[in-house]
């Protein structure tokens, strides 16, 4: 039996962009999980730990960041647990890479980076164990991450990382290191630990496949961070076991604004079920009552401090009264005089634009049928 700890994506030194305080308040939660991530290693006596991509957000990293991944790594080291990692996309083995940097391997004895171009392996005859893998080079590519992939050396245990999407037809971005279910399936793996999206989802069974999503909550994310547990029985059996680790949670809400008859009310559905480790995205939606008024960035400031970070979209649209006669003849001369004066200021192309635009536009005013 084999333990493993899969975990991608941590994305330090994420910047959070218009989150404000919020966001370097996130930036600094990444470090803090990442070392609830390593601590969770420990306790559950893993094996080895895999980082399949993306643990750093940029190539361009803080003293500080690089300082703590190798603090954290020591600590795995003191307990005799191995850790590799593939480069991602946001941390590619491009020519200024942080791989290429900073000389990790040698800081940390017991750390693996796959670096060469193409598929590598590193053998761990103690547990029984080959790993492979194949770095991104640049942060986008034709070339699939499971290129080459086959078992080379006679362990019992075969393991792939990969940073990459998987192939999903009309879905998956061609240049996106894009690997199939057919490879997976001929990888003669026992597990595949992917990186690259971010939510903790399997790809295939058999080999077993997962992504396993950041640990902590980032931006596109729509569910709490989790790392997985993978257990590799003797029998050839895999247990994957999501286990959270991030603090903050995220959810969506819609609000059809239609049943919203004051705002009392609204923000008594935002705030439903509120907390200050919840990330929400709230969408207004439906028809709503002409006479009220939704400002979204007043909304946000004002019931923020209930949440993490609050978000507020307003798609709804008002209820339109009765038109009278005089308002209707009002706005079509307004109309036209506005396409008139558009008409005599332009030339060409663009003028006879202006001038169906007006033809087309009394029409419809007029109620009759336009082509
Ligand atoms: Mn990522």
Known sequence: MLKILHTSDIHLGARFAGMADRGAAQREQLRTTFKKVIATALEERVGIVLIAGDLFDSNQQPQRNVDLVIEQFLVLNKNSIPVCIVPGTHDSLDSSSIY?????????????????????????????????????????????????IHRTTSSRFHVAMAHGSFYIPEKTAEDDHVFRLEEIRESGMDYLA????????????????WYSGPPEWIPDQRERGVVLLVTLLDSG?????????????FDEVEI?????????????????????DLVRRITLRGLRDAELVVNT?????????????????????????????????????????????????????????????????VALLDGREVL
């Open 237 to 249: 059996g895999v247990k994957v076991e999501p286990r959270e680790t991030g603090v903050r949670d």
């Open 100 to 148: 290429r940097k900073v000389d990790f391997d040698k800081r940390c004895p017991n750390l693996t980076v796959f670096a060469g171009e193409e598929m590598s392996f590193v053998e761990y005859p103690d547990l029984d164990l080959t790993v492979y893998g194949r770095p991104n080079l640049s942060n986008r590519s034709y070339a699939s991450p499971l290129k080459g």
């Open 297 to 361: 960035e007043e909304l946000e400031a004002e019931l923020g401090e209930e949440f993490f970070h609050l978000s507020v979209a307003d798609r709804s649209h008002p209820r339109i009264g009765h038109v009278s006669e005089d308002a209707e003849r009002l706005i079509r001369n307004r109309f036209i005089r506005l396409m008139n004066e558009q008409i005599e200021n332009a030339e060409g192309e663009e003028r006879e634009i202006a001038e169906s635009a007006l033809q087309y536009g």
């Open 194 to 209: 992917l990186g690259h999206w971010h939510r903790a989802w399997s790809c295939c069974d058999r080999p077993a496949a």
């Open 256 to 276: 059809d604004m239609s049943e919203i008859q004051s705002r009392a009310m609204l923000e008594a559905e935002i705030s439903v079920g509120a907390g200050r």
